[in-house]
Protein backbone atom coordinates (compact mmCIF):
# COMPACT_ATOMS: atom_id res chain seq x y z
CA UNK A 1 0.00 0.00 0.00
CA UNK A 2 1.31 3.30 -1.02
CA UNK A 3 2.05 5.86 1.42
CA UNK A 4 -0.29 9.19 0.79
CA UNK A 5 1.00 11.76 3.13
CA UNK A 6 -1.33 14.18 0.69
CA UNK A 7 -3.92 12.11 0.86
CA UNK A 8 -7.82 13.00 1.28
CA UNK A 9 -8.25 11.31 5.18
CA UNK A 10 -6.29 13.21 7.47
CA UNK A 11 -4.82 12.08 10.93
CA UNK A 12 -3.84 14.31 13.36
CA UNK A 13 0.01 13.91 14.52
CA UNK A 14 -1.52 12.75 18.15
CA UNK A 15 -3.60 9.85 16.26
CA UNK A 16 -0.68 8.43 14.48
CA UNK A 17 1.74 8.88 17.93
CA UNK A 18 -1.26 6.26 19.28
CA UNK A 19 -1.57 4.55 16.01
CA UNK A 20 2.46 3.54 17.21
CA UNK A 21 1.84 2.80 20.35
CA UNK A 22 -0.93 0.61 19.56
CA UNK A 23 1.93 -1.19 16.87
CA UNK A 24 4.28 -1.18 19.58
CA UNK A 25 2.20 -3.43 22.01
CA UNK A 26 1.25 -5.67 19.16
CA UNK A 27 4.67 -6.55 18.70
CA UNK A 28 5.46 -7.09 22.71
CA UNK A 29 2.39 -9.31 22.83
CA UNK A 30 3.01 -11.43 19.99
CA UNK A 31 6.56 -11.92 21.03
CA UNK A 32 5.15 -12.37 24.44
CA UNK A 33 2.78 -14.96 23.75
CA UNK A 34 5.18 -17.00 21.25
CA UNK A 35 7.93 -17.10 23.59
CA UNK A 36 5.58 -18.08 26.39
CA UNK A 37 4.11 -20.76 23.98
CA UNK A 38 7.98 -21.86 23.92
CA UNK A 39 8.12 -22.11 27.27
CA UNK A 40 5.26 -23.25 28.99
CA UNK A 41 5.38 -26.45 31.20
CA UNK A 42 3.66 -28.70 33.31
CA UNK A 43 -0.20 -30.49 32.68
CA UNK A 44 -2.21 -26.81 32.91
CA UNK A 45 0.75 -25.44 30.67
CA UNK A 46 -0.26 -27.91 28.26
CA UNK A 47 -4.01 -26.90 27.59
CA UNK A 48 -3.03 -23.12 27.45
CA UNK A 49 -0.29 -23.38 24.88
CA UNK A 50 -2.02 -23.76 21.77
CA UNK A 51 -4.00 -20.85 22.65
CA UNK A 52 -1.33 -18.93 23.38
CA UNK A 53 0.39 -19.64 19.74
CA UNK A 54 -2.94 -18.68 18.03
CA UNK A 55 -3.41 -15.99 19.89
CA UNK A 56 0.01 -14.34 19.49
CA UNK A 57 -0.14 -15.29 15.84
CA UNK A 58 -3.93 -12.94 16.09
CA UNK A 59 -1.84 -9.85 17.55
CA UNK A 60 0.86 -10.26 14.72
CA UNK A 61 -2.07 -9.86 12.01
CA UNK A 62 -2.90 -6.87 14.47
CA UNK A 63 0.59 -5.31 14.17
CA UNK A 64 0.26 -5.29 10.63
CA UNK A 65 -3.02 -4.42 9.79
CA UNK A 66 -2.13 -1.04 12.29
CA UNK A 67 0.80 -0.87 10.77
CA UNK A 68 -0.73 -0.54 6.73
CA UNK A 69 -3.55 2.10 8.38
CA UNK A 70 -0.59 4.16 9.88
CA UNK A 71 1.49 3.47 6.36
CA UNK A 72 -1.52 4.83 4.20
CA UNK A 73 -2.25 8.20 6.66
CA UNK A 74 1.79 9.04 6.58
CA UNK A 75 3.46 7.68 9.68
CA UNK A 76 6.02 5.26 9.76
CA UNK A 77 5.42 2.02 11.55
CA UNK A 78 7.76 1.65 14.92
CA UNK A 79 9.91 -1.84 14.52
CA UNK A 80 10.33 -1.31 18.51
CA UNK A 81 8.23 -3.17 20.70
CA UNK A 82 7.25 -2.45 24.59
CA UNK A 83 8.76 -4.56 27.21
CA UNK A 84 8.55 -8.01 26.82
CA UNK A 85 7.05 -10.12 29.85
CA UNK A 86 7.39 -13.70 29.37
CA UNK A 87 7.44 -14.84 33.22
CA UNK A 88 8.78 -17.71 35.10
CA UNK A 89 5.58 -19.33 35.96
CA UNK A 90 2.14 -20.35 34.32
CA UNK A 91 0.43 -18.23 36.27
CA UNK A 92 3.07 -15.38 36.48
CA UNK A 93 2.78 -15.76 32.54
CA UNK A 94 -1.10 -15.70 32.19
CA UNK A 95 -1.69 -12.93 34.83
CA UNK A 96 0.85 -10.92 32.63
CA UNK A 97 -1.41 -11.76 29.52
CA UNK A 98 -4.89 -10.90 31.36
CA UNK A 99 -3.38 -7.40 32.23
CA UNK A 100 -2.03 -6.59 28.40
CA UNK A 101 -5.14 -7.79 27.44
CA UNK A 102 -7.08 -5.11 29.79
CA UNK A 103 -4.27 -2.02 28.46
CA UNK A 104 -5.09 -3.35 24.90
CA UNK A 105 -8.77 -2.27 25.51
CA UNK A 106 -8.45 0.63 26.87
CA UNK A 107 -5.93 1.81 24.41
CA UNK A 108 -8.10 1.04 21.44
CA UNK A 109 -11.27 2.22 22.90
CA UNK A 110 -9.75 5.63 23.18
CA UNK A 111 -8.21 5.51 19.71
CA UNK A 112 -11.24 4.16 18.39
CA UNK A 113 -13.09 7.44 19.68
CA UNK A 114 -10.36 9.66 18.82
CA UNK A 115 -9.95 8.62 15.07
CA UNK A 116 -14.23 9.08 14.99
CA UNK A 117 -13.72 12.55 16.19
CA UNK A 118 -11.26 13.14 13.27
CA UNK A 119 -14.12 12.34 10.52
CA UNK A 120 -11.72 8.73 10.24
CA UNK A 121 -14.44 6.59 10.14
CA UNK A 122 -11.57 3.40 8.38
CA UNK A 123 -9.32 3.83 11.63
CA UNK A 124 -12.40 4.05 13.63
CA UNK A 125 -13.91 0.71 12.17
CA UNK A 126 -10.94 -1.28 12.34
CA UNK A 127 -10.13 -0.48 16.08
CA UNK A 128 -13.45 -1.43 17.10
CA UNK A 129 -13.00 -4.65 15.09
CA UNK A 130 -9.56 -5.51 16.76
CA UNK A 131 -11.33 -4.48 19.90
CA UNK A 132 -13.68 -7.13 19.81
CA UNK A 133 -11.01 -9.77 19.62
CA UNK A 134 -9.15 -8.52 22.46
CA UNK A 135 -12.02 -8.66 24.55
CA UNK A 136 -12.31 -12.26 23.42
CA UNK A 137 -8.36 -12.80 23.99
CA UNK A 138 -9.23 -11.00 27.76
CA UNK A 139 -12.05 -13.66 28.40
CA UNK A 140 -9.90 -16.67 27.10
CA UNK A 141 -6.95 -15.65 29.52
CA UNK A 142 -9.03 -14.85 32.65
CA UNK A 143 -11.14 -17.92 32.31
CA UNK A 144 -7.66 -19.71 32.22
CA UNK A 145 -6.61 -17.27 35.12
CA UNK A 146 -8.84 -18.76 37.01
CA UNK A 147 -7.74 -22.64 37.26
CA UNK A 148 -4.16 -21.58 37.41
FE1 LIG B 1 -3.94 -7.26 19.38
FE1 LIG C 1 -4.96 -9.48 22.34
Known sequence: MANKKTGVTKA???LLEQL???IARELQVAVQYMWQHVQW???KGFAVQSELKSIGIAEMKHAEA???RLFYLGGIPTTKPTPIFVGNSLKAMIAQDVKDEED???LYKTIAEMARKEGDET???LF???LQQ???HHDTFTTLLEDL
Open 12 to 14: SEE
Open 20 to 22: NQA
Open 41 to 43: SGV
Open 66 to 68: IAE
Open 104 to 106: AIT
Open 123 to 125: TNR
Open 128 to 130: REI
Open 134 to 136: EEG
